[in-house]
């Protein structure tokens, strides 16, 4: 094997010895196990990179733990879109990490960074792996790792969230494991491959059954991605996390959307009989409220991280109007504007942050306070998060949803789709606009009591300003680099639908 060949676990192996590590000598040593996770996050982010790079030939490459041969044994997969998916973990990962130790927020607790490098693990398993056993197994370490996570800091707005999120997460994975006991019961497999080869012949008598299977399986997913009606778990669950933390869960919705992405063309494809394309009718429908949903709760915020939740809601949806097109062009616009939307969707969480730092007893609140600490370059930073997650030029949600609005012009029910991502967008515009103005805009006289009640400090850091900037320069490049992307996203695409090379990549010839 290839030393690039063999780069493909170096994502997976990177946070397993990482967080053990961070674990064993975070109590005697902080700044050690601090540097370890550090070090960890920029590994990932270098190794991803060379894959993305390496990935950019056309070649699916493989990696069969053990030396075990698919469909036998576990194999990791990598082609354009598990690229494109672990360049985005890591580098959001970065940007969350800094954030986290500049400001000390990693401090609450101390099990922040390895549950973190655990997290990432997760991540990049899921993004990797070429069967459907092991994305369930990467589904729950990421999920495990969540829960501590999200309760990071503590509090009891915190805790009542997360028993709300433990629940449902325990729920979507036991629907999980029926729809897998399903389709290995109908299939004989659980390799992603040889799944979508075996489901063509599958008799009369089982596709009724094989339907049930792959609608429970779609549906799991579209839990993992927060999509109407089964959104109601995220905002509240983000909105209370660690900021740090909810920069880092705005890519947890696209584990499900990548799920769909990666599980329907392979799986339940052309030669899936009555399962072909099994979401088709429903996903539509399902993303287009669910876009107008979200951002209707950026609308209606009391609080910037509430209209970060929701916004992160809201982009699903706007995502899924793409992918739900099912063609090369709509999942390439789908895959740009999936890069985007995480991206701005953690700017917003750690705006939101940056401003409860300054403002004390108001927080983030959507409401008027004292004048704060460095508020106009805050505002700048606000209205760049804000027009990147709405998709106001000239940062990349412009591009990414003229993308999508071209795309579907030639799908069925185009108008729909276009009237629910042009009002969500409005909708989003005049939520943001309006927050914006109460917090940057509208003053109340400080208190006597002095700056703990909101009046100016003296002086404030503005290391937690770093992980935002950082955020909002990608957006920029990505925007900048549009030519460079959309390619990489349209021979992506292509690939993802290609499912017979697929299987010739991870099968060879068995």
Same mark, same amino acid.
């Given at each position: 094997?290839?030393?690039?060949?063999?780069?493909?676990?170096?994502?997976?192996?990177?946070?397993?010895?990482?967080?053990?590590?961070?674990?064993?000598?975070?109590?005697?040593?902080?700044?050690?196990?601090?540097?370890?996770?550090?070090?960890?996050?920029?590994?990932?982010?270098?190794?991803?990179?060379?894959?993305?790079?390496?990935?950019?030939?056309?070649?699916?490459?493989?990696?069969?733990?053990? %030396?075990?041969?698919?469909?036998?044994?576990?194999?990791?997969?990598?082609?354009?879109?598990?690229?494109?998916?672990?360049?985005?973990?890591?580098?959001?990962?970065?940007?969350?990490?800094?954030?986290?130790?500049?400001?000390?927020?990693?401090?609450?607790?101390?099990?922040?960074?390895?549950?973190?490098?655990?997290?990432?693990?997760?991540?990049?398993?899921?993004?990797?792996?070429?069967?459907?056993?092991?994305?369930?197994?990467?589904?729950?370490?990421?999920?495990?790792?969540?829960?501590?996570?999200?309760?990071?800091?503590? *509090?009891?707005?915190?805790?009542?969230?997360?028993?709300?999120?433990?629940?449902?997460?325990?729920? *979507?994975?036991?629907?999980?494991?029926?729809?897998?006991?399903?389709?290995?019961?109908?299939?004989?497999?659980?390799?992603?491959?040889?799944?979508?080869?075996?489901?063509?012949?599958? *008799?009369?008598?089982?596709?009724?059954?094989?339907?049930?299977?792959?609608?429970?399986?779609?549906?799991?997913?579209?839990?993992?991605?927060?999509?109407?009606?089964?959104?109601?778990?995220?905002?509240?669950?983000?909105?209370?996390?660690?900021?740090?933390?909810?920069?880092?869960?705005?890519?947890?919705?696209?584990?499900?959307?990548?799920?769909?992405?990666?599980?329907?063309?392979?799986?339940?494809?052309?030669?899936?009989?009555?399962?072909?394309?099994?979401?088709?009718?429903?996903?539509?429908?399902?993303?287009?409220? #669910?876009?107008?949903?979200?951002?209707?709760?950026?609308?209606?915020?009391?609080?910037?991280?509430?209209?970060?939740?929701?916004?992160?809601?809201?982009?699903?949806?706007?995502?899924?109007?793409?992918?739900?097109?099912?063609?090369? %062009?709509?999942?390439?616009?789908?895959?740009?504007?999936?890069?985007?939307?995480?991206?701005?969707?953690?700017?917003?969480?750690?705006?939101?942050?940056?401003?409860?730092?300054?403002?004390?007893?108001?927080?983030?609140?959507?409401?008027?306070?004292?004048?704060?600490?460095?508020?106009?370059?805050?505002?700048?930073?606000?209205?760049?998060?804000?027009?990147?997650?709405?998709?106001?030029?000239?940062?990349?949600?412009?591009?990414?949803?003229?993308?999508?609005?071209?795309?579907?012009? %030639?799908?069925?029910?185009?108008?729909?789709?276009?009237?629910?991502?042009?009002?969500?967008?409005?909708?989003?515009?005049?939520?943001?606009?309006? #927050?914006?103005?109460?917090?940057?805009?509208?003053?109340?006289?400080?208190?006597?009591?002095?700056?703990?009640?909101?009046?100016?400090?003296?002086?404030?850091?503005?290391?937690?300003?770093?992980?935002?900037?950082?955020?909002?320069?990608?957006?920029?490049?990505?925007?900048?680099?549009?030519?460079?992307?959309?390619?990489?996203?349209?021979?992506?695409?292509?690939?993802?639908?290609?499912?017979?090379?697929?299987?010739?990549?991870?099968?060879?010839?068995?």
């Amino acid at each position: 094997m290839s030393l690039i060949t063999h780069l493909a676990i170096a994502p997976v192996v990177i946070p397993a010895l990482a967080a053990p590590l961070a674990l064993l000598v975070m109590r005697r040593r902080r700044a050690l196990g601090i540097g370890i996770s550090l070090v960890s996050a920029a590994a990932m982010l270098l190794a991803a990179l060379a894959l993305l790079w390496a990935a950019s030939d056309g070649t699916i490459r493989t990696y069969e733990l053990g %030396d075990w041969p698919a469909p036998f044994g576990i194999v990791l997969v990598v082609d354009r879109l598990s690229a494109i998916m672990i360049t985005l973990a890591a580098s959001l990962s970065v940007i969350a990490m800094l954030h986290a130790v500049l400001t000390r927020a990693d401090r609450k607790g101390w099990h922040f960074h390895p549950l973190f490098q655990f997290q990432m693990m997760g991540l990049n398993g899921a993004f990797l792996t070429g069967d459907l056993f092991n994305l369930f197994v990467f589904f729950e370490v990421l999920l495990i790792a969540s829960y501590g996570l999200m309760l990071h800091g503590q *509090g009891p707005a915190r805790l009542k969230a997360g028993v709300q999120y433990v629940i449902v997460n325990i729920v *979507g994975s036991s629907l999980f494991l029926i729809a897998l006991g399903l389709l290995y019961a109908l299939t004989g497999t659980l390799n992603m491959a040889d799944m979508g080869l075996r489901v063509a012949e599958i *008799g009369t008598d089982d596709q009724g059954l094989l339907r049930v299977a792959a609608l429970l399986l779609v549906t799991v997913f579209a839990l993992k991605a927060a999509l109407v009606p089964l959104h109601l778990w995220l905002p509240r669950t983000y909105a209370v996390s660690t900021p740090a933390v909810a920069a880092l869960f705005a890519i947890m919705t696209k584990v499900g959307v990548y799920s769909i992405i990666r599980v329907v063309p392979q799986v339940f494809g052309e030669g899936a009989g009555a399962a072909a394309w099994v979401p088709a009718p429903y996903l539509l429908p399902a993303a287009i409220v #669910t876009a107008i949903v979200g951002f209707g709760g950026v609308f209606v915020a009391r609080s910037l991280s509430e209209q970060a939740a929701y916004a992160v809601i809201g982009s699903t949806g706007t995502l899924l109007i793409a992918v739900a097109g099912w063609q090369q %062009d709509t999942l390439s616009a789908a895959l740009y504007y999936l890069v985007h939307s995480t991206l701005a969707g953690a700017a917003l969480f750690l705006v939101a942050d940056v401003v409860a730092h300054r403002r004390v007893s108001s927080v983030d609140n959507a409401s008027p306070a004292p004048p704060f600490a460095q508020r106009q370059f805050i505002a700048l930073l606000f209205m760049a998060a804000a027009i990147a997650a709405t998709g106001l030029p000239p940062l990349s949600g412009f591009i990414g949803k003229l993308l999508i609005l071209e795309s579907v012009a %030639d799908v069925p029910f185009w108008g729909w789709s276009w009237t629910a991502i042009l009002f969500s967008t409005l909708i989003g515009v005049i939520g943001f606009a309006r #927050t914006g103005s109460m917090v940057f805009w509208k003053e109340t006289a400080p208190s006597k009591t002095g700056p703990l009640d909101g009046a100016m400090p003296t002086r404030v850091s503005r290391a937690d300003m770093v992980a935002p900037i950082i955020a909002i320069m990608l957006l920029a490049a990505l925007s900048a680099g549009a030519g460079w992307a959309t390619n990489y996203s349209t021979e992506a695409a292509a690939q993802l639908l290609d499912s017979a090379a697929t299987a010739r990549a991870v099968l060879g010839g068995r």
